[in-house]
């Protein structure tokens, strides 16, 4: 996972999805939203062995086949066609997240001259470059190599130490929370490459205490996940709630929201009150925007965002790689084109649900069923009852406030 999850185009071309271009002044058809965010996968293993991992343990494992490194060729012909496809859509600013398994086993040595080469190649663009990192490799000299680089740095972190170890542990099962704790403790005395930390969500763990966990870190953003699950793979519930995970999340909202002033930013809790205001979303969690990001696996190929590899093996696959085809190639395939038509790719029952465009039918993967992503999401009861509690406090602080004068 990366630092956010996936952002959506800036700004938005509206939360009906992607933009439609008249002809003939009768009909229409759907105008593809250009990529923004380019995750490369630079190392294809890891050194922890996380047991929700949506890249090595859940249905599709085929990463553990891929090339162990993106090979010099592949990485310049990524460049190129990273070039090509910001100068031809006349895009002034991209995301570009080094991405794993585990980017730090490349050595971050590596991963400057990397960012440097990405630079070069779409100037006079602007390229925000991140490293998403488990944290155990992030020493104090590789910390101020990226830093130096201008290359942010996020973390993952499930809470304390008994909440992160219960599921982010070393394959041989020891505690990786030594080494991430001391990678956040550096992190924290350079704000400026400080990215921020995700969390996912453990219903084991008490919520105001992650979060202020996390919050001890000082991280400018945390940003809160729901374990990858769907239909086929159900995620585990506890107790008679109906919707644990967003009960669970409900109680981390009102931690952060009751706190003044609030000492981090919690991108989900803001992408919640940004759609209930009538914004458009810029998360993939959420809302309707066009997804507008896209993976080049270590052996060159496009992918599609990682997370699909919870959903079935091949959901990812493109049949296309940077060697053959360019960006805008990957924009027409079936599979990205539903995933930028925002409603019209909803089940009926979503479409019809009032809440539908905050919710957007939740996280893509998380609707999978029996071969199709035309399903509410697994998490459908916790997301209504997030956003329920969400609107309810703000409709309470909003009929508290001062009427202005007339």
């Known amino acids: 996972?990366?630092?956010g999850d996936v952002t959506m185009p800036g700004g938005g071309r509206?939360?009906?999805?992607?933009?439609?271009?008249?002809?003939?002044?009768?009909?229409?058809?759907?105008?593809?939203?250009?990529?923004?965010?380019?995750?490369?996968?630079?190392?294809?293993?890891?050194?922890?062995?996380?047991?929700?991992?949506?890249?090595?343990?859940?249905?599709?494992r085929s990463a553990l086949a891929d090339p162990l490194l993106m090979a010099p060729d592949v990485f310049d012909n990524a460049c190129e066609r990273i070039r090509e496809h910001v100068h031809a859509h006349r895009q002034t600013a991209v995301r570009i997240v080094l991405h794993g398994g585990e980017p730090l086993l490349v050595g971050a040595p590596n991963l400057v001259r990397m960012a440097s080469r990405l630079r070069e190649a779409i100037a006079p663009s602007q390229a925000q470059i991140t490293v998403q990192t488990n944290g155990t490799l992030l020493t104090r000299h590789a910390l101020t190599l990226l830093a130096d680089a201008r290359v942010r740095?996020?973390?993952?972190?499930?809470?304390?130490?008994?909440?992160?170890?219960?599921?982010?542990r070393y394959a041989s099962g020891r505690s990786s929370y030594d080494e991430v704790d001391r990678a956040l403790r550096l992190l924290a005395e350079r704000p400026d490459a400080y990215a921020g930390v995700l969390c996912?969500?453990?219903?084991?763990?008490?919520p105001r205490q992650t979060y202020e966990a996390l919050l001890s870190y000082r991280p400018p953003m945390v940003d809160f996940l729901l374990p990858h699950a769907n239909w086929e793979a159900p995620p585990p519930r506890r107790g008679a709630d109906p919707s644990p995970y967003g009960t669970w999340l409900a109680a981390a909202f009102d931690a952060w929201y009751d706190t003044s002033p609030r000492l981090t930013r919690v991108r989900l809790f803001e992408e919640l009150i940004n759609l209930l205001f009538g914004g458009r979303s810029r998360t993939e969690s959420l809302g309707l925007s066009p997804v507008a990001a896209?993976?080049?696996?270590?052996?060159?190929?496009?992918?599609?965002?990682?997370?699909l590899r919870s959903t079935y093996p091949g959901a990812v696959d493109t049949d296309l790689t940077v060697f053959t085809d360019t960006f805008d190639d990957v924009l027409h395939h079936p599979a990205v084109i539903a995933r930028q038509i925002g409603v019209d790719a909803l089940a009926a029952t979503c479409r019809t649900c009032p809440v539908h465009r905050v919710c957007g039918a939740g996280n893509y993967p998380h609707r999978y069923r029996a071969g199709s992503f035309t399903n509410p999401s697994v998490y459908c009861p916790d997301l209504l009852h997030l956003i329920a509690h969400v609107e309810g406090r703000l409709r309470a602080d909003l009929a508290t406030m001062p009427r202005g004068r007339s």
């Open 153 to 168: 740095i996020g973390v993952s972190l499930d809470g304390d130490r008994t909440a992160n170890d219960r599921h982010r």
């Open 14 to 60: 509206g939360s009906m999805g992607a933009a439609t271009v008249a002809e003939g002044g009768a009909s229409t058809r759907p105008r593809p939203v250009p990529f923004s965010e380019f995750i490369l996968k630079v190392h294809s293993r890891c050194n922890l062995a996380c047991d929700y991992c949506y890249m090595y343990e859940l249905a599709d």
């Open 1 to 3: 996972m990366e630092f």
């Open 294 to 307: 896209v993976v080049i696996n270590t052996d060159g190929a496009y992918e599609q965002v990682d997370t």
């Open 200 to 206: 996912v969500v453990d219903l084991a763990a008490d």
